[in-house]
């Protein structure tokens, strides 16, 4: 398993989960980290990435209350959610591209998925 991704649960609306995705050497060299999350009868969609540079992208809906960061020495890419919304709920993937995107590139990896419940 080269992207391996942990931290999802259930929490009720309000609250707050930090996601983690453990690569690989090779994986976490490879400029853009990214969190997708699909949520049922939709489309996996961008909710934030990180280059390795630090610089920031976020979907519009978790500007403000998610926050992404990387910790380079430890090959991991960190998601903390905080004032989850039911409609927040979903699998949440990890992601790692050659450049920064919003959608994912050719020749990138996913990792598995991680459950996130909101409880209204």
């Known amino acids: 398993v080269q992207l391996q991704a942990s931290g999802g649960g259930l929490v009720q609306a309000g609250g707050s989960l930090r996601l983690s995705c453990a690569a690989s050497g090779s994986i976490f060299s490879r400029n853009f980290m990214a969190w997708y999350r699909q949520a049922p009868g939709k489309q996996r969609e961008l909710v934030a990435g990180i280059t390795i540079g630090g610089i920031t992208d976020y979907a519009d809906s978790v500007k403000g209350r998610f926050t992404i960061s990387r910790d380079n020495a430890k090959n991991t890419v960190y998601l903390q959610m905080d004032s989850l919304k039911p409609e927040d709920a979903g699998v949440y993937y990890c992601?790692?591209?050659?450049?920064?995107?919003?959608?994912?590139?050719?020749?990138?990896?996913w990792g598995q998925g991680t459950l996130v419940t909101v409880s209204s």
């Open positions: 992601r790692a591209d050659r450049f920064r995107t919003q959608v994912p590139l050719q020749f990138g990896y």
